[in-house]
C-alpha cells in the first residue's frame, strides 16, 4: 500500500499556501497524484433575510463565492506550475451548509487528505466543516498539518496513541506506509484499564501485528497524570522527539452528522506536531 491519490483543500491563496506546498512535497515524495479543491463559500444562511432582501443577498453572496473559487484556483495552479507531481486543480462553491457534501464527494477515493490545522488565527468553522467531512463523511484518513508546516512532514520517530479501538486500528492501517518507512514507532498507551485482557502486555499484540508489516515498535505505558488525555500525549511526543502523532479521530453524533469528539478537538487545538487521523 503506498499513497497514490491526495487531495487538499485551498480556500484562501495566502492563507493555505503552507499546507498547498506541504502537500505539494508529500505527493513529490510518495510520486502521488495531487488533487487540489479550490473552495468558494457562500455564507448565506437560509431564512436570515426577509423577502424582499433575500433574492439580493444571495446573488451577492454568490458572487463573491465564485471570486473565492477563481482567486483560489489561479493561485493553486500559479503555485503547482513548478510541482514535481501530477496535479489537478478542481474548483467549486458551495454554501456553508454542504461544504461537507463537496469534500465527500472528492475526497472518497483518495489515499490521503491534508488539510491544515483547523483552529487558529484566520480559521473559522469552514475549516472545521472540511476536516469533519474528510473524516466523517469518506473515512478517508486525514493528515492535519501544524501552523508553519510547509514542506512534507517528517516521520523517522512516530507515535501511535493506542487504545484497542476501532478509530485507532483505522489509523494504523492507515498509517501503515509511513510506520514503516519510520525508524521508530512508539505504540502509546494511556491508563490501560484493570481488567483488560492484555493488561499484562499492553500493546503487544498490535507490536506483533506491526513486526509483521517489518515496522519498528516500542511500548510506553503513561499514566494520565493530566486532566486531559491529548495533553499527557503531546507531552510524551514532544519529550520523545516524536515527529509525528497517529490516533483515531472520535465524534460525537448529531442528527446523524458526526461532530469532532472532544480529545480529537482537543488535540487538533493544542498540537504543533503534524497528526494522522482516521475514523
Not at 500493546?203 to 515498535?217: K, N, P, Q, S
Not at 514532544?238 to 469528539?261: K, N, P, T, W
Amino acid at each position: 500500500m503506498s499513497y497514490k491519490t491526495i487531495v487538499t483543500v485551498v480556500r484562501n491563496g495566502d492563507r493555505d499556501s503552507n499546507a498547498l506546498s506541504a502537500a505539494i512535497s508529500f505527493a513529490e515524495a510518495w510520486s502521488a497524484h495531487l488533487e487540489v479543491m479550490a473552495l468558494g463559500t457562500d455564507r448565506v444562511q437560509p431564512g436570515a433575510y426577509y423577502a424582499g432582501a433575500a433574492a439580493m443577498a444571495i446573488q451577492s453572496a454568490m458572487t463573491e463565492a465564485i471570486e473565492e473559487a477563481k482567486e483560489a484556483e489561479a493561485s493553486a495552479r500559479e503555485r503547482l506550475r513548478v510541482a514535481g507531481c501530477a496535479w489537478e486543480v478542481m474548483p467549486g462553491v458551495a454554501q456553508i451548509g454542504a461544504l461537507g457534501q463537496i469534500v465527500a464527494r472528492h475526497a472518497g477515493l483518495a489515499d490521503l487528505v491534508i488539510l491544515p490545522k483547523p483552529y487558529g488565527d484566520g480559521r473559522t468553522a469552514e475549516d472545521v466543516a472540511i476536516l469533519e467531512a474528510a473524516l466523517f463523511a469518506t473515512r478517508t484518513p486525514v493528515l492535519v498539518l501544524p501552523d508553519g508546516m510547509d514542506t512534507a512532514p517528517k516521520y523517522d520517530k512516530v507515535v501511535l496513541a493506542w487504545n484497542q479501538g476501532a478509530e485507532a486500528l483505522a489509523a494504523v492501517r492507515s498509517a501503515l506506509p509511513i510506520l514503516k518507512e519510520a525508524s521508530t514507532v512508539d505504540i502509546t498507551i494511556i491508563d490501560p484499564p484493570e481488567h483488560d485482557p492484555d493488561r499484562s502486555d499492553p500493546g503487544g499484540a498490535l507490536a506483533a501485528m506491526l513486526a509483521r508489516h517489518e515496522v519498528r515498535a516500542e511500548i510506553s505505558v503513561l499514566a494520565k497524570t493530566m486532566p486531559k488525555i491529548s495533553d499527557v500525549l503531546l507531552r510524551h511526543a514532544q519529550d520523545s522527539g516524536a515527529d509525528m502523532i497517529v490516533m483515531g479521530a472520535y465524534g460525537h453524533s448529531r442528527f446523524r452528522e458526526a461532530i469532532l469528539g472532544g480529545a480529537t478537538r482537543n488535540m487538533l487545538s493544542e498540537t504543533n506536531l503534524p497528526v494522522l487521523m482516521a475514523h
